[in-house]
């Protein structure tokens, strides 16, 4: 059982906006301000999407954008394209005995 | 640019060992913590360990303390982790990533770590 609760799926049309939520504790999510996210394709490994709750890295689209309300942070995909296809993981600092928690994933599908 | 390249997984009986190694390069080595996450076949990310830039600081998940030991080589660019007392639930891809303060900027392709009899 993942440290941090998301929806197994999502999925929206080309275009469309998605959202993906990320469930913790004040021990983690709600806690500190390091909450990333993660994007997945089939048999690749995890990218960092965002960080800091709300960051981008840079050459990531701001197609995706991050906030947090409390212990739950989400990810937001806006205009939604083919490629955005992917598992997409949320991470969270966690204290120095569990360092960082990840979220079971979420699979985005693209209709 | 940046690169990580893991090797040394394979297949290993229960109650075996095994010793992965992330090569990397494209930035100062010692100046980056580095950590290992794994994912299980069909699972999500799970952190493993960390490990401080002058090898200072360790730290483990409770499912791998006391059975993994995380180590580095500055003067060879090089990660790793020896498992030993390999469980079944153990099996995943193993990948070496960078630590950009409590995330993680850049991963390896991964190796894949099989527990099996």
């Known amino acids: 059982q993942s440290a941090l609760t998301q929806p197994p799926s999502a999925s929206g049309s080309p275009g469309q906006s998605v959202t993906i939520s990320c469930t913790g504790t004040?021990?983690?999510?709600?806690?500190?301000?390091?909450v990333s996210w993660y994007q997945q394709h089939p048999g690749k490994a995890p990218k960092l999407m965002i960080y800091?709750?709300?960051k981008r890295p840079s050459g990531v689209p701001d197609r995706f954008s991050g906030s947090r309300s409390g212990n739950t942070a989400s990810l937001t995909v806006s205009g939604l394209q083919a490629e955005d296809e992917a598992d997409y993981y949320c991470?969270?600092?966690?204290?120095?005995?569990?360092?960082?928690?990840f979220g079971g994933g979420t699979k985005l599908t693209v209709l | 640019q940046v690169q990580l390249v893991e090797s040394g997984g394979g297949l290993v009986k229960p109650g075996g060992s095994l010793r992965l190694s992330c090569a990397v390069s494209?930035?100062?080595?010692?100046?980056?913590?580095m950590n290992w996450i794994r994912q299980a076949p069909g699972k999500g990310l799970e952190w493993v360990s960390y490990?401080?830039?002058?090898?200072?600081?360790?730290g483990y998940a409770d499912s791998v303390k006391g059975r993994f030991t995380i180590s580095r080589d500055n003067a060879k660019n090089s990660l790793y982790l020896q498992l030993n007392s390999l469980r079944v639930e153990d099996t995943a891809v193993y990948y070496c990533?960078?630590?950009?303060?409590?995330?993680?900027?850049?991963w390896g392709q991964g190796t894949l770590v099989t527990v099996s009899s």
């Open positions: 004040s021990s983690d999510v709600g806690g500190y301000i390091d």
């Open positions: 990533a960078r630590d950009a303060g409590r995330r993680f900027d850049f």
């Open positions: 800091e709750v709300n």
């Open positions: 490990i401080g830039g002058r090898s200072t600081y360790t």
């Open positions: 991470s969270s600092y966690a204290g120095s005995n569990n360092y960082v928690v």
């Open positions: 494209g930035f100062t080595f010692s100046d980056y913590y």
